[in-house]
């Protein structure tokens, strides 16, 4: 039995609190010794599949122009060491999310292929060392939903509750500011890929300015420029990181009102045109936005497969190729074994969402969501998702903004901020601040 959990004990409730504590200075003084500097454990796994890690990938490889949104991909050359579908899945199934198991029983043709796994996570020095600070003195309030205490740095790299794991996740580093231009794809049941988005997408982290502490998580813009009856559509949404007293901020410029309006739907389980409806607003990357509907338990740790490290998809895939009927082309996704943190989310008493329960499984070296489980009303699986880890090694930082969902009850699935086709994701200096003021919007619109 490979599965590994670390029992959180007490901390493993779900956490109802109105304040949560830091860790202690001899649980921080692991960090940088027995766990890398933001939290994950540094030693490999017993069988030497995981490796130990040793500072992740921090160069770029031969070939990367500078500046350039189109990365090369450093283990274009390396061979699958495994590859499960349905008639072998038992063998790992202790190692496979649910949904990843569901998608091998619903489709014979579904597979993952495994490739050596390359602990390539990595920050910036001065996220490091704010998070050796942040680990003593981050604190969630407002029963969880609020962060205070820590600023560009991971709050909780030793985290003792669910919440405090996805603060980890939601204050996640890709980039200090990152712009790409993407398309956002549907494929239906009968097997027809559909563009659903198309354009320029601009993420913008606040939190991760070491020099201006400030009260925003993150700001977004989305400028649409495909399909044609999106054309001319911009939205834009500012999160805050006091989210229970703050809130989200949302904007929409519609080009046929020619005027810019709030736009308070595009939160929680509003459906998200981009992924033709499949996915949920707060899906965006597997989580995106205020934790108020459901109640955060940190199961434990665990050794699971998943994508990373996909450079082939993310830049040098093609739609035909990579968009198949019923589920990505196998062939042009890698999948790795690492460590992961799981949370369950189950729904708050007297809340709404079309979702009773989602797991979450958070990347130990980066803090991102990778894997996801969502069950439906009934208790039924009803979607699974994945964030495809693709470093940007130049930084470095580990990007994972292209992500997708199957749903399993209706056969389709789609992907979001696909860049392969594109001029790929860039990592820039943050726009100037009225470029995120809610009069610009129509500026952004082409018509």
């Not at 202690?24 to 933001?38: H, I, N, Q």
């Not at 470093?391 to 389709?412: K, N, Q, V």
Request: with cysteine; proline share 6%; aromatic share 12%.
């Amino acid at each position: 039995m490979n599965i590994k959990y670390l029992l959180i004990g007490a901390a493993a409730a779900v956490y109802v609190g109105a304040v949560a504590a830091a860790v202690t200075a001899d649980e921080a003084a692991k960090l940088g010794s027995t766990l890398t500097p933001v939290g994950a454990e540094k030693g490999g796994s017993a069988d030497g599949t995981i490796p130990a890690y040793t500072g992740g990938l921090t160069s770029a490889p031969q070939g990367y122009q500078k500046g350039s949104g189109i990365r090369p991909d450093p283990f274009a050359n390396e061979k699958p060491v495994a590859s499960i579908d349905a008639k072998n899945l038992d063998r790992f199934a202790d190692k496979l999310t649910e949904g990843t198991k569901a998608l091998m029983k619903k489709y014979p043709s579904y597979r993952i292929d495994v490739y050596p796994t390359h602990r390539t996570a990595a920050f910036p020095k001065y996220i490091t060392d704010n998070t050796q600070k942040c680990a003593t003195t981050a604190k969630t309030t407002n029963g969880g939903l609020s962060l205070e205490g820590c600023h560009a740095g991971i709050p909780f790299p030793i985290p003792k509750d669910g919440f405090e794991a996805m603060w980890n996740h939601l204050t996640r580093f890709g980039g200090r500011s990152l712009v790409y231009d993407y398309k956002g794809l549907y494929v239906d049941s009968s097997g027809r890929p559909t563009l659903t988005s198309g354009g320029t997408y601009s993420a913008d982290y606040p939190y991760w300015d070491d020099g201006k502490p400030s009260e925003l998580l993150l700001r977004v813009k989305s400028e649409y420029k495909e399909p044609v009856r999106r054309s001319g559509e911009v939205i834009m949404i500012h999160d805050a990181i006091n989210a229970a007293e703050k809130g989200r901020r949302a904007w929409a410029y519609l080009p046929g009102q020619r005027r810019t309006k709030l736009a308070p739907s595009l939160a929680f389980d509003t459906p998200n045109p981009s992924m033709g409806g499949s996915a949920t607003y707060d899906d965006t990357w597997l989580f995106f936005g205020s934790m108020e509907r459901f109640n955060f338990k940190l199961v434990g740790k665990k050794e699971i497969y998943v994508p990373y490290n996909t450079y082939k998809m993310a830049y040098h895939s093609k739609v035909d190729e990579l968009f198949k009927p019923m589920h990505l082309n196998p062939d042009e996704v890698r999948w790795e074994l690492h460590r992961v943190w799981v949370v369950e989310a189950t729904l708050a008493e007297g809340k709404r969402h079309i979702y009773s329960k989602r797991v979450l499984y958070l990347d130990e070296d980066s803090w991102v969501a990778l894997a996801s489980d969502q069950y439906d009303l009934r208790g039924q699986l009803y979607r699974a998702g994945f964030a495809y880890m693709t470093p940007s090694y130049e930084i470095p930082a580990p990007t994972a903004d292209m992500h997708g969902f199957y749903d399993l009850i209706s056969g389709i699935y789609a992907v979001n901020f696909y860049t392969a086709e594109t001029s790929g994701m860039r990592q820039v200096q943050p726009l100037p601040d009225r470029e995120w003021a809610p009069e610009a919007l129509a500026g952004g619109g082409i018509r």
